[in-house]
C-alpha cells in the first residue's frame, strides 16, 4: 500500500488542523494505520493508531483529548484532527502502516513497514 500524508501547515496556537492519510494503491482493508510526529533533533514519536476494520484507537497519552483518530471507507483514508493546538506540537507528521503489527508495538516507528511523505506542522504561539 502507497500513503498519500496531506493537510498540514501554519496555526496559531489554540488552533486546529486536520491531517489526512490516504491510501493510493491498494486498500487500509486488515491494517492498523498510525500517525507519528518529529520535530528537528528528536526521534519519531507516536501519536495515535487505528485498527482499519475494528476502528479500535490508541492514542499518546499527551495528545489524548485533543487529538482524534478516524477513517473514511468509502475515501480510504484516514484522518488525524487535531484541536488546541500548541507550539510544542510543531513537526513533521508521517502516516505509516502495517498489516502485521502487534498491539504491543503498535507506537513503535519499527513495526511499520509502509510510510507515507512528512506533512509539516508548525504552530506559531
Known amino acids: 500500500v502507497q500513503l498519500q500524508a496531506s493537510g498540514g501547515g501554519l496555526v496559531q496556537a489554540g488552533g486546529s488542523l486536520r491531517l489526512s492519510c490516504a491510501a493510493s494503491?491498494?486498500?487500509?482493508?486488515?491494517?492498523?494505520i498510525s500517525w507519528f510526529r518529529q520535530a528537528p533533533g528528536k526521534e519519531r514519536e507516536f501519536v495515535a493508531s487505528?485498527?482499519?476494520?475494528?476502528?479500535?484507537?490508541l492514542y499518546q497519552d499527551s495528545m489524548r483529548g485533543r487529538f482524534t483518530i478516524s477513517r473514511d471507507r468509502v475515501q480510504n483514508t484516514i484522518y488525524l484532527q487535531m484541536d488546541s493546538l500548541k507550539p510544542e506540537d510543531t513537526a513533521a507528521y508521517y502516516c505509516?502502516?502495517?498489516?502485521?503489527?502487534?498491539?504491543?508495538?503498535?507506537?513503535?516507528?519499527?513495526?511499520?513497514?509502509?510510510w507515507g511523505q512528512g506533512t509539516q506542522v508548525t504552530v506559531s504561539s
Open positions: 505509516a502502516a502495517s498489516s502485521r503489527v502487534i498491539s504491543s508495538t503498535r507506537s513503535v516507528p519499527s513495526a511499520y513497514a509502509y
Open positions: 494503491e491498494g486498500t487500509f482493508s486488515g491494517y492498523v
Open positions: 487505528i485498527r482499519w476494520n475494528s476502528r479500535n484507537t
